[in-house]
T-cell receptor, first 114, second 114 residues
Framework: DADVTQTPRNRITKTGKRIMLECSQTKGHDRMYWYRQDPGLGLRLIYY???????NKGEISDGYSVSRQAQAKFSLSLESAIPNQTALYFC?????????????FGQGTRLTVV | LAKTTQPVSMDSYEGQEVNITCSHNNIATNDYITWYQQFPSQGPRFIIQ???TKVTNEVASLFIPADRKSSTLSLPRVSLSDTAVYYCLVGDTLTTSGTYKYIFGTGTRLKVLA
């Protein structure tokens, strides 16, 4: 089983609909992240959470919200989806403290807004 | 956060050594340098991390000069399966706030030819 699991893997939704992408991890990490990736571009940070009570905006948080339900779960919501939110979304986790900078990524969720 | 600059793309042939250089002129004292690899439609995968001098693991080497304003990822004897995008990240894991947020640039697209 994957250490970082994203659901759904693929989703097509209509403009204006609310949609939630879910991420769960079995790594026991405190830190979790949501990114989006557009074709041919790098990853852009949407939100990140360093522990259950900590939520921070990333580079491109407008139009998105998140919920950290537990250490292992971090959900991303699009309150009213729009076509330019069509992208590949990745969740990631990392350990806290120390000098290890390794992050672990999920398989991605391909979201299409029509 | 320190900004990184990498070549947009590189081509190489199987069996050759590939060196990808990343520039990070405003790297801070506590910043670590990390490289990730990403295959199409997959999440990035950690390759190597370093602070100074040379680091080597089973897949790559990382060379960091004394001034730390650049770093070079070296992939020995590449194969077709090394075709991917390679990202250089710079960040700090040691501050009390733990602000390493994994900010990705656009990366270097490496194409390995037969």
């Amino acid at each position: 089983d994957a250490d970082v699991t994203q659901t759904p893997r693929n989703r097509i939704t209509k403009t204006g609909k609310r949609i939630m992408l879910e991420c769960s991890q079995t790594k026991g990490h405190d830190r979790m992240y949501w990114y989006r990736q557009d074709p041919g571009l790098g990853l852009r940070l949407i939100y990140y959470s360093f522990d259950v009570k900590d939520i921070n905006k990333g580079e491109i948080s407008d139009g998105y919200s998140v919920s950290r339900q537990a250490q292992a779960k971090f959900s991303l919501s699009l309150e009213s989806a729009i076509p330019n939110q069509t992208a590949l979304y990745f969740c990631a986790t990392s350990d806290s403290g120390g000098t290890n900078t390794e992050a672990f990524f999920g398989q991605g969720t391909r979201l299409t807004v029509v | 956060l320190a900004k990184t600059t990498q070549p947009v793309s590189m081509d190489s042939y199987e069996g050759q050594e590939v060196n990808i250089t990343c520039s990070h002129n405003n790297i801070a004292t506590n910043d670590y340098i990390t490289w990730y690899q990403q295959f199409p439609s997959q999440g990035p995968r950690f390759i190597i991390q370093g602070y100074k001098t040379k680091v080597t693991n089973e897949v790559a080497s990382l060379f960091i000069p004394a001034d730390r304003k650049s770093s070079t990822l070296s992939l020995p004897r590449v194969s077709l399966s090394d075709t991917a995008v390679y990202y250089c990240l710079v960040g700090d894991t040691l501050t009390t706030s733990g602000t390493y947020k994994y900010i990705f640039g656009t990366g270097t697209r490496l194409k390995v030819l037969a």
